[in-house]
Structures are given as structure tokens and as C-alpha cells.
């Protein structure tokens, strides 16, 4: 796994101070910079000051759920409505996952997450994200 740069710049958007710190050292060990936010309300403040490749995106939070911040980032129509939002999510059921879909995010990892599969997931996105 040594050598992998990703280079995404990744908003965290995760209540849980265990699965940051987790996801946090995956996503350095993938060459990833990331900034955490606890909830729905710091991802769309964090979103009106800086600008990045793709949120991950909790679906369960206190304050405003990753749903309900995904709906608005969608219908913000600003400069972040397109950026790819990936669902982290402990419940990996068809219809969770459909879920996820319909409030407007592109793709889902299940928790608890692990390095191959978000290397596999990031890569695919970097791809798309840099129009390869």
C-alpha cells in the first residue's frame, strides 16, 4: 500500500470522535488532507469557506443529519452542489443505500471502513474528480 498519493482534499463530516480518528489515519496513509467537521451545520459552514475534491459524509449526526446536509448542499446550487458526497454508513442494507441515493449522494462506504476498500473508492473518484 506504500507509494499511494491520492492528493484529495476531503471534508470529514463525522460525529464520532473514534471513526474520525480511524478514517482520519486512513486517509493519510492514502495521501489524502482532510478537515473534520461533527456535524451537518460545520459541513455546510466549512463548505462556504473552502473548496474540496469530495465530502465524506456520516449519515447519522447530531444537529443535522448527513441526509438532510447533503439535500442542502444539492439545492444550494453554489459552487459545492456537484461535489461528489460519499455516504459512510454502519447500515449497508439495499434500502439504506438507496437512501443515501436519493438525498443526493453519489456513492456509500460501510462502516467500519477499511484501507483496501477506500483506496479502491478514492481512486475511482479521483479519476472522475480529475476527469481521467
Known sequence: MSGTELNLYILLAEDNPVNQMVTGKLLEKLGC?????????????????????????????????????????????????????????????AADEQACLDAGMNDYIDKPVNLERMKNLLSEWGEKIRGS
Open 33 to 93: 488532507h482532510y478537515v473534520v467537521v461533527s456535524n451537518g451545520l460545520e459541513c455546510l459552514d466549512s463548505l462556504k469557506n473552502d473548496q474540496y475534491d469530495l465530502i465524506l459524509m456520516d449519515c447519522l449526526m447530531p444537529e443535522m443529519d448527513g441526509f438532510e446536509t447533503t439535500r442542502k448542499i444539492r439545492a444550494s446550487g453554489g459552487h459545492c452542489a456537484d461535489i461528489p458526497i460519499i455516504a459512510l454508513t454502519a447500515k449497508a442494507m
